[in-house]
């Protein structure tokens, strides 16, 4: 409630005001006829914003845990290899990696023909097998190094005292370590989610077809630059605060951080 | 060195590089177009219309740098000022008239369907049926697909043309629509040995345009005349045909 | 050594690479510098941008706050690739109609210094968080201590925030100095000449994608680990005199 009051004090009203004018004076002098035209393919291309975004995060995480562990906790042959990726994909951009799964595949693929045989091969000839691939490597690789800082910063002495009461080592991972690594790293998690909404129109170049595609399609077709643009702009605002949103809900719901003494 | 003073010189150093020139700048796209225009190992690019665009411009006497820009953007460049023209196999059509303005067409090409040598098809609506066709966005290829195209065979837009002939030779997709003679020159490359030309698809001069020309804004009628003035004059003197000469058999005006 | 490229069966890979044409390395070379420069003027330019910024958020009147924060949260929010699209015709727009009103004709903007106006405007959102949560981190003693003195505000920026500042802030600027190298394969799609383009336009060219790719990764990459080594060194000056984190520093 008090959000809701702290926006209503008079220079937000005059700002909001003005936001008001503005999209007011956007609606009516900038040019919208082409919107009822590719509203169907915006909301498929939204549609399939979401679906990469949810996928990719999901995939992403689940492949970041072990590649936390490893490096705080796992023996040389596993941490090095998992520090290795990380570096590798945080180092680089991920648009050169969209292209070089794409298209570097791609033109491996006349050098080997018994590949169009295989029961893959619907698979690699669609866009978005690659896509979500590198989209899921790259949220791994940089949720790695937050889950790594996440296990380390669980306090050795939960650990320990499980350890003495001869809990399993996996029960340990599941019902201790895990769920407070997670709790600690999780408004990082929030911020590292919108990057990944931030990073889904890169998949434009591969042909596949996402919000961001639909505005370049617009512009292609009826050379109008700004509207599309800013709509895309206000599309993408509102689902990240939708993603802020969500995250903040489920900090609140979790219980926090002991204080002690 | 106070704050101010820094700043005021990075303006200054920042306007001081732009500061207007009588240049006229040529956008071309930043893609590799063989034989049309495309990049080699120094850097430089070369090709047909590179050739054309520096005797049009000799002839019209004017003082052209050639900027290559991405081609999905090329005419928001153009109407916002980054370019002065485009000369970038950009065909003559309506919807395009209706934004900026075009010279007279300086070459001629019919548009084909290129796809490998073991599928059997055509390039008609009912042999494209169940396939998939890679056309470049932001071209009549793309138009004439879509128009054309949508219900039988799957779309897939690709940002250059040359990421669409990868992905054919890769197996991708089944078939690509484009120009005959950037076609003709990449399926006798080593890499599009896989792939022939199946057949023009049906003319429509609404989408597929009126010849290529070079695009200028609304309303610059001078550089228009000028560039007029100097295909004109290579068209008559023989430039164009010994620049064609050079890179093909036949003439493509 | 052309032995050892043979067994290996690298030959190829490495006349497609060598510096001279008809190899490309020259090109590859050519971009990174490019967009290099572009990063170095972008990560400057942010951090004006951050600093004036931070100040404004710290010390500024509740409208300019306010604003400074939509500043923030929409170009943190909104991707950079439609940013990037948002500006540069905005940017061009703006700058021609102004110098038309003013009398000068159309501007040239070359492709570098939209590039570096571009992802500027983005890097400096994010230094603005970083610059605001550094001054913030300051012992307030130190300033209160300038004040006391009567120093003038630019001076205090100048001898007590900015040195005072740094050790907080070096990890961060470190953090947007490599999201500023790798921003700038952004540009690729909008047409402006740095690695990643060149690597496609080579790569389109020679049909060699993979080749292109891996080698324009390894400078990235190369890029990455160097400045990791050169801002772990710009730490550790501007950490002199503090305890060390190892220690558990207090």
Known sequence: MSDLRALLIPRRLFLMALFAGFVIWCALSLRWDWVPQYLPLALEGLWRTIWILVVTVVLGFTLAVPLGLAQAAGPWYLAAPARLFCTIIRGTPLLLQIWLLYYGLGSLFPQYPWIRGSELWPYLRQAWPYAVLALTLSYAGYEGEVMRGGFASVQKGQLEAARAFGMPRFTIFRRIWLPQAIRNVLPTLGGETILQLKATPLVATITVIEIYSVSSRVRADTFIVYEPLLLLALVYMIIAGLIALMFRWIENRVPSRPRHG | ?253 | MEALLDTLGLAETASLLALEPPGWGANLLRGLANSLQIALGAFGFGLVIGLAGAYGKLYGGPLLRDLLAIYTTVIRAVPELVLILILYYVGSDLINQAAIAMGYGRIEISGVVAGIWVLGVVQGAYATEVLRGAIQAIPPGQLDAARAFGMPPLMTLRRVTIPAMMSFATPGLANLWLIATKDTALLAIVGFSELTLETRQAAGSTRAYFTFFLAAGALYLLVTLFSGAIFARIEKWARRGQPSLREGGR
């Open chain 2, 1 to 253: 060195m106070t704050l101010k003073t820094i700043l005021a010189t990075a303006t200054l150093a920042a306007l001081g590089t732009g500061l207007a020139a009588q240049e006229v700048k040529i956008g071309i796209a930043a893609e590799p177009y063989p034989p049309f225009a495309s990049l080699d190992s120094s850097g430089t690019w070369v090709g047909w219309e590179v050739d054309v665009i520096d005797a049009v411009c000799k002839a019209a006497e004017l003082n052209c740098v050639i900027t290559p820009v991405a081609w999905d953007g090329i005419i928001p460049s153009l109407t916002g000022g980054q370019i002065d023209a485009i000369m970038a196999s950009m065909s003559i059509t309506e919807e395009r008239m209706k934004t900026i303005d075009f010279s007279d067409p300086y070459y001629n090409t019919p548009t084909v369907v290129v796809a490998d040598k073991s599928l059997d098809l055509e390039a008609t609506p009912e042999g494209l049926k169940g396939k998939i066709l890679g056309v470049q966005a932001s071209t009549i290829h793309q138009a004439y697909a879509q128009e054309y195209f949508k219900d039988a065979a799957e779309i897939r837009i690709y940002q250059t043309q040359d990421e669409a002939n990868q992905d054919l030779v890769a197996g991708r997709i089944d078939a690509t629509q484009a120009d005959s003679i950037a076609m003709a020159d990449f399926v006798a490359t080593d890499a599009g040995a896989c792939c022939e030309i199946k057949g023009n698809v049906a003319d429509d001069p609404a989408i597929l345009g009126l010849g290529v020309g070079a695009g200028v804004r609304k309303g610059e009628d001078a550089l228009r005349e000028a560039l007029n003035k100097g295909i004109a004059a290579i068209l008559a003197d023989g430039t164009h045909a010994e620049i064609t000469a050079r890179y093909f058999n036949a003439s493509i005006y």
